[in-house]
Nanobody, 119 residues
């Protein structure tokens, strides 16, 4: 079975940093577009970023540009989301997911990891 596992979430104060990881099994992550999405309590899921495997181009949501970056380690079959200058409004469950292209809807999803930004 295809499996994605997120990790690295936790509690951090405003202005702090976290690095989220998304590890894949049973398939090669480099063949897919990789999305990060998030869902805050009572709100719909929203897209955060997407990494296009064909050229390593990254698309970032306006709300996180300049603060978040995305990267890939093909040897570990893992992608990362580095989150800096965190704000309380970044509090959400963060998910990684795959699709064929960044403009396609995510298909395979991980279980999510909680990020809480609070003083």
């Amino acid at each position: 079975q295809v499996q994605l596992v997120e990790s690295g979430g936790g509690l951090v104060q405003p202005g702090g940093s976290l690095r989220l990881s998304c590890a894949a099994s049973e398939f090669t992550l480099g063949y897919y577009a990789i999305h990060w999405l998030r869902q805050a309590p009572g709100k719909e899921r929203e897209g955060v970023s997407c990494l296009d495997s064909s050229d390593d181009t990254t698309v970032m949501a306006d709300s996180v540009k300049g603060r978040f970056t995305m990267s890939r380690d093909n040897a570990k079959n893992t992608v990362y989301l580095q989150m800096n200058s965190l704000k309380p409004e970044d509090t959400a469950v963060y998910y990684c997911a795959t699709s064929l292209f960044c403009y396609s809807d995510p298909e395979n999803w991980g279980q999510g990891t909680q990020v809480t930004v609070s003083s």
